[in-house]
């Protein structure tokens, strides 16, 4: 039986508060019973982190082992020439691709050859390259009548192609009416012609690269020519050229610059078109005539691109300038478009000065 904890007082089992004194009763709460609590699992026996783990240590493996399949481990080198020397030939057709390097044509004939393209390269191998050169050349030369047709492209593959070296002079024969198909994936493409012979057609063009052609007085063009480069500079000299003919002069960068200089001081046995246009990057124009050769120059840019001009005996307003005697006999016109962001500045010097009666 219970008893009251002040005054002594026996109490009911039920009693709330001492019946004598009023003192309320003291309740005991038993204790809770303990749940034991189960131990967390150790790291290195929970299967997601076992889990991770190994997923990280594949991939680093797949990471290792491809770095170690395509690390240079040996190089190559190349060096060949290929060529044509089939006599009674007077026309020379080319058409060459390269994917990577320098390609470099001249007017200049190697003992009794109508064309030479030597191709020489340099790189590296990885493990899986094997010790074959990853550089391919094709060549096939075919002549029907008078005429040689050469189809060439050059080829590196491997996964370190990107870092191949690669270099490519073509030589043809000045004395063949030539006409010229020249392209490359990346890397610079140029046409060199100082010595006479006569260009019936010319096309250089490289996707990521410069493009330069360059004519002396010696040169006759009897037909058109086109410069272009998607990414890079376009550059373009001719210097008292032979024009034969009504032809064109397309000189064209979707991003960079586009550069002529053209000096024509000779009466030309035809007319010159000049279409030159850029997407992002400025137009240089360096016009140097006199007697008989007349010019006319168009220019349009966007809202926010200049037209800057520099001329001597030429007259008009920025958009539109020519020499005091257009039109003449012999008429270069030269048609200048930016159509995204950049300017023209044009240097225009008709030598002889006329004075008007």
């Given at each position: 039986m219970?008893?009251?904890?002040?005054?002594?007082?026996?109490?009911?089992?039920?009693?709330?508060?001492?019946?004598?004194?009023?003192?309320?009763?003291?309740?005991?709460?038993?204790?809770?019973?303990?749940?034991?609590?189960?131990?967390?699992?150790p790291?290195h026996?929970?299967?997601?982190?076992?889990?991770?783990?190994?997923?990280?240590?594949?991939?680093?493996?797949?990471?290792?082992?491809?770095?170690?399949?395509?690390?240079?481990?040996s190089?190559?080198?190349y060096?060949?020439?290929?060529?044509?020397?089939?006599?009674?030939?007077?026309?020379?057709?080319?058409?060459?691709?390269?994917?990577?390097?320098?390609?470099?044509?001249?007017?200049?004939?190697?003992?009794?050859?109508?064309?030479?393209?030597y191709?020489?390269?340099?790189?590296?191998?990885?493990?899986?390259?094997?010790?074959?050169?990853p550089?391919?050349?094709?060549?096939?030369?075919?002549?029907?009548?008078?005429?040689?047709?050469?189809?060439?492209?050059?080829t590196?593959?491997?996964?370190?192609?990107?870092?191949?070296?690669?270099?490519?002079q073509?030589?043809?024969n000045?004395?063949?009416?030539?006409?010229?198909?020249?392209?490359?994936?990346?890397?610079?493409?140029?046409?060199?012609?100082?010595k006479?012979?006569?260009?019936?057609?010319?096309?250089?063009?490289?996707?990521?690269?410069?493009?330069?052609?360059?004519?002396?007085?010696?040169?006759?063009?009897?037909?058109?020519i086109?410069?272009?480069?998607?990414?890079?500079?376009v550059n373009?000299?001719?210097s008292?050229?032979?024009?034969?003919?009504?032809?064109?002069?397309?000189?064209?960068?979707?991003?960079?610059?586009?550069?002529?200089?053209?000096?024509?001081?000779?009466?030309l046995?035809?007319?010159?078109?000049?279409d030159a246009?850029?997407?992002?990057?400025?137009?240089?124009?360096?016009?140097?005539?006199?007697?008989?050769?007349?010019?006319?120059?168009l220019?349009?840019?966007?809202?926010?691109?200049?037209?800057?001009?520099?001329?001597?005996?030429?007259?008009?307003?920025?958009?539109?300038?020519?020499s005091?005697?257009?039109?003449?006999?012999?008429?270069?016109?030269?048609n200048?478009?930016?159509?995204?962001?950049?300017?023209?500045?044009?240097?225009?010097?008709?030598?002889t000065?006329?004075?008007?009666?």
């Amino acid at each position: 039986m219970p008893y009251c904890q002040r005054c002594g007082n026996p109490l009911d089992e039920n009693a709330r508060f001492c019946p004598k004194c009023g003192t309320p009763v003291a309740t005991t709460v038993p204790p809770a019973t303990a749940v034991p609590v189960k131990p967390p699992k150790p790291l290195h026996k929970d299967p997601l982190v076992i889990g991770g783990i190994a997923l990280i240590a594949i991939l680093l493996s797949a990471v290792i082992v491809a770095a170690l399949l395509i690390a240079p481990i040996s190089t190559w080198n190349y060096g060949t020439p290929y060529t044509d020397s089939t006599p009674g030939v007077r026309n020379l057709n080319l058409n060459f691709h390269s994917d990577i390097g320098r390609v470099n044509v001249m007017t200049t004939q190697t003992g009794n050859s109508n064309i030479l393209i030597y191709v020489s390269g340099n790189g590296s191998r990885g493990i899986l390259g094997g010790s074959a050169i990853p550089l391919n050349v094709t060549f096939s030369n075919q002549t029907v009548g008078d005429t040689l047709t050469v189809d060439s492209a050059v080829t590196v593959t491997g996964s370190l192609s990107a870092m191949a070296s690669v270099d490519i002079q073509i030589f043809v024969n000045p004395n063949l009416n030539l006409n010229l198909n020249v392209t490359s994936n990346t890397g610079k493409v140029s046409f060199n012609a100082d010595k006479a012979t006569t260009i019936q057609g010319l096309r250089l063009h490289t996707t990521a690269g410069e493009v330069e052609a360059q004519l002396q007085s010696n040169v006759t063009v009897a037909g058109n020519i086109t410069l272009s480069t998607t990414t890079g500079a376009v550059n373009y000299r001719m210097s008292e050229t032979n024009i034969v003919g009504n032809n064109t002069l397309a000189l064209h960068s979707t991003t960079g610059t586009v550069t002529m200089d053209i000096t024509q001081t000779k009466t030309l046995q035809g007319n010159l078109s000049v279409d030159a246009e850029t997407t992002t990057g400025s137009i240089n124009v360096g016009v140097g005539i006199d007697g008989g050769v007349a010019a006319k120059i168009l220019s349009q840019t966007p809202a926010f691109g200049d037209i800057n001009t520099h001329l001597n005996n030429f007259q008009g307003n920025k958009t539109q300038i020519q020499s005091p005697n257009y039109p003449a006999v012999s008429n270069i016109e030269i048609n200048n478009r930016v159509t995204g962001l950049g300017s023209i500045n044009i240097q225009a010097n008709y030598k002889t000065n006329i004075i008007s009666s």
